[in-house]
């Protein structure tokens, strides 16, 4: 049975057995990485994946059922009118209608045309170029070419029926630095149309790994603080909750109610732009089409993010944020391109302006280091400590503070805005110089 004919009868099918509405979810696609070590293949991966479900409203409430096998749709629709009625929430959750959505332009996916042979080479050569990239690598940890594409589709009864094509290019390359008895690692990745730039890739993650020997702990203290891109982006990541309206409805982020109310310092906006160029989708996991939202415009919180459930108990208009993790999951609230607004100062001007203070190049243990609901962290973080404008690497320090209180401390943001690795969405940030965080050291 065709994709179409199953979800027609699945339609079909809900509305005659009493259901006031019925959607179906699809996602196919498929995936190709290999990952290279010694120039040998240490793993290679190519699949392909179907997964649908469908969502119907019995009675006013929401249940849910999914198949990765187009066959017998009576049984699929039965299910999940049976998690209808287990369903204690009467929370009114709206299906999107027959809409409009905006034109987007996929980028080019450079690694589409390839053969999966090529595909490795690449992937060959990325390691080689990392060995050659300094003189001090001596092997390559981790080393990897990854090429998804795919389309989603979504139909219901009240007459939405869209589709929208996604792809993804990756790669990445981790060298080991050995430098007397020391051992230090380097990271860097491309994505997108920035995939074939594997020299480029080699040497900023030779560099990552060569700027981090001669790292030592510093005293515990109180420090101004320079966050730099890559650490800001995994905080702000790791603080995505707090923008939810899902979260925010279960009491579960302290934003709840503080539209129209300063939290962040005049300099600091962020957005929610799902029709940024370089990672565009023309509708959310609900087929609302995409809009672009302005979270916190210099410093105000203007909005949470929204689904139709969420939207309509908060008596406003969804921002085009339903997302599903899965085919196999329910509607939640998830971003789609989430970023700090670039501002007017470069790298060497907010380095310049911090003084004598600490430079953040990345946090870790985000996943038991942070409270999303106070906004309190306290996180392992490595860089450099800037004196007399000469840097000397940091490493094994943590760093803790409050979100919220990092974001009104905010002096100053940084022109070099930079979008993380697409994991569902791309959370970004620019650099950030921030008036300061407690440090524990020696």
């Not at 990485?33 to 240490?42: A, G, K, L």
């Not at 299910?79 to 959750?93: F, K, Y």
């Not at 809009?291 to 916190?296: E, F, I, K, L, P």
Request: glycine share 10%; net charge negative.
């Amino acid at each position: 049975m065709t994709y179409e004919a199953y979800r027609d009868a699945l339609l079909r099918i809900a509305l005659e057995k009493g259901c006031e509405a019925a959607e179906v979810y699809a996602q196919e696609g498929s995936e190709f990485s290999v990952e290279v070590m010694e120039q040998q293949i240490d793993s290679y991966t190519v699949s392909r994946s179907l997964g649908l479900s469908i969502r119907v409203c019995l009675e006013g409430k929401n249940g849910y059922a999914y198949t990765e096998l187009m066959e017998q749709p009576e049984v699929l629709v039965e299910r999940a009118m049976d998690n209808a009625r287990a369903n204690e929430s009467t929370d009114v959750h709206p299906m999107q209608g027959a809409c409009a959505c905006p034109a987007v332009t996929l980028p080019e996916n450079p690694l589409a045309a390839l053969t999966d042979a090529r595909r490795i080479d690449l992937a060959m050569e990325l390691e080689r170029r990392a060995l050659a990239a300094d003189p001090r690598c001596v092997r390559v940890a981790g080393n990897q070419v990854a090429f998804a594409q795919g389309k989603t589709h979504i139909a219901n009864t009240l007459g939405l029926r869209a589709s929208r094509d996604a792809s993804a290019a990756l790669c990445y390359t981790s060298p080991v630095l050995q430098e007397g008895g020391t051992l230090q690692d380097g990271f860097a990745f491309r994505w997108g149309g920035e995939v074939f730039d594997l020299e480029g890739c080699a040497r900023e993650a030779a560099a990552d790994g060569g700027r981090k020997f001669g790292a030592a702990t510093i005293p515990s203290g109180r420090y101004p603080v320079l966050l730099e891109k890559h650490a800001a982006a995994d905080l702000l990541r790791g603080f995505f909750s707090l923008f939810s309206g899902e979260s925010a409805q279960k009491g579960l982020s302290l934003l709840a109610g503080k539209e129209g109310q300063v939290i962040a310092a005049p300099c600091v906006s962020i957005a929610d732009d799902p029709l940024l160029e370089c990672n565009p989708r023309p509708f959310d996991d609900e087929g609302v089409p995409s809009v672009r939202t302005a979270v916190v415009e210099q410093g105000v919180l203007r909005t949470l993010l929204h689904n139709l459930k969420t939207a309509a108990k908060a008596g406003c208009a969804s921002t085009s944020n339903g997302g599903r993790s899965s085919a196999a999951a329910p509607v939640g609230v998830a971003p789609s391109n989430f970023f700090i607004l670039p501002g007017g100062q470069s790298y060497e001007q907010l380095l310049e302006d911090l003084g004598d203070g600490l430079v953040i190049r990345d946090v870790s243990g985000l996943h038991a280091g942070l409270d999303p609901i106070s906004g309190d962290f306290s996180l392992l973080a490595a860089g450099w400590l800037q004196k007399d404008g000469k840097l000397q690497p940091v490493e094994q320090i943590t760093v803790a503070g409050n979100f919220f209180t990092l974001l009104k401390e905010v002096e100053a943001v940084g022109s070099d805005l930079w979008l993380g690795i697409p994991q569902g969405a791309v959370v970004g940030s620019p650099s950030l110089r921030v008036k300061g965080l407690m440090v524990s050291g020696c």
